[in-house]
């Protein structure tokens, strides 16, 4: 088996939504991390899933795929509430962990609409950013600027991260690196900066700066130009009711209140953790089967407080660290840890999950025959993660 045995990440973006990384780079790179397992996670998209598996076998790695998209939290207690999504209230992030193989084409057909619904939400954006610009040298085209950076052509999604991005490039190419792209987005937008963003915008000897400059755009400018999602929204029930169908895993991503931002991309912000417990009871009774998070990106008291709950309520637990720019490390040293050694487990449970469900539709792990078979969720996760395992016997280092 390759890889570190505590590392697995199956929160890895690819270029079918915002990365740096097409789906055979991206397996290409958790290999050379030394992940043992990973997994993609695209906005609103699978189009990289089966590129992605067939990377994965050649570097002899584990691979999963997922999907990640928003839904509307209409008629539910939440739907005036912000939960975890930064840019706007009674609307969620969820994602659809462990799909089977015969899961991607409906996954990608059901998606399909609510991308083209998001494409129409974009050029309203790109529109509202351009109001917002006194300098006409930096007005962007969607057309020309924004989706050329994308896979939308080929079934990707285009995000609120290319809008920033195609901006980037053009403040370098039109008013330069470091002072006097700062200047130029003060005069301009009427921004001020200071600390850790001033520094990110004057350092233009990092090899990485375009990228910086975007996690600054994303925390300072999205809420000038932002426009609420709305019709490529599905209801979450709808989520949870399409997850199940094709046999895969349907689980929250829980962001908690935020201070100092991880990615430094988002404000200190305060989300789930004044109303957590009634927020899990909820999702659980709706239906979904897991909570996701990220190591690094909370407290360990607010981790501890989460999985506590997850247990309470019989919630899988997965890891999943944002990986969407080339200066973020594919490993959380984090998951060494003895409070996180499940999440590893969880990992090769999904792999298990995924196999078990090529073969047969009907023996997920959460499946009725799974569940009728062993109703522990720890006894089941076990068994998926030994069934995950097993599939790596025949994988060539």
């Not at 997920?364 to 006894?379: C, I, Q, T, V």
Request: with cysteine; charged share 25%.
């Amino acid at each position: 088996m390759s890889g570190k045995p505590f590392y697995v990440n199956n929160h890895i973006h690819t270029v079918y939504s915002f990365s740096p990384f097409t789906p055979s780079q991206a397996a290409r790179q958790a290999k050379l991390s030394g992940l043992a397992t990973a997994g993609i996670m695209d906005h609103d998209s699978v189009s990289g899933a089966e590129e992605f598996l067939a990377a994965c076998r050649r570097e002899g790695i584990a691979g999963t795929v997922g999907f990640e998209c928003r839904c509307s939290l209409a008629g539910a207690p939440y739907a005036d509430t912000r939960v975890n999504n930064p840019d706007q209230s009674g609307v969620a992030y969820v994602a659809c962990h462990g799909i089977p193989r015969a899961g991607f084409k409906p996954a990608a057909e059901w998606l399909a609409p609510y991308r083209a619904h998001r494409e129409e939400r974009n050029r309203r954006m790109v529109d509202r950013l351009n109001d917002t610009c006194a300098d006409e040298r930096f007005k962007l085209s969607y057309d020309n600027d924004v989706r050329p950076l994308s896979m939308a052509g080929q079934g990707g999604s285009v995000t609120e991260r290319h809008i920033c991005y195609a901006l980037t490039l053009k403040l370098i190419g039109r008013a330069g690196a470091g002072e006097p792209l700062k200047t130029a987005l003060e005069e301009a937008f009427g921004l001020r900066f200071t600390g850790k963003n001033e520094a990110a915008l004057l350092n233009s000897s990092d090899p990485h700066y375009a990228y910086r400059v975007l996690g600054v755009l994303k925390s300072s400018l999205v809420e000038r130009f932002y426009v609420d999602a709305d019709r490529e929204c599905p209801h979450i029930t709808e989520f949870v009711e399409f997850t199940h169908s094709i046999g895969a895993v349907a689980a929250y991503p829980y962001l908690g209140d935020v201070g100092d931002s991880v990615t430094g991309d988002k404000k200190a912000q305060a989300f789930e953790d004044s109303y957590l417990d009634g927020l899990i009871g909820y999702i659980k009774g709706i239906g979904f089967d897991a909570v996701t998070y990220m190591p690094t990106r909370n407290t360990l008291s607010q981790l501890q407080r989460l999985m506590s709950l997850c247990v309470e309520n019989r919630l899988f637990q997965i890891s999943g660290e944002d990986i969407n720019t080339p200066y973020q490390p594919f490993i959380c040293e984090k998951l060494a840890l003895p409070e996180f050694l499940r999440l590893t487990d969880a990992a090769w449970a999904l792999i298990g999950h995924e196999r078990a469900s090529d073969a047969d539709p009907t023996m997920g792990m959460f499946g009725e025959r799974a569940k009728a078979a062993l109703p522990s969720l720890d006894d089941r996760a076990a068994m998926y993660a030994t069934m995950g395992k097993i599939t790596m016997l025949d994988y060539k280092e």
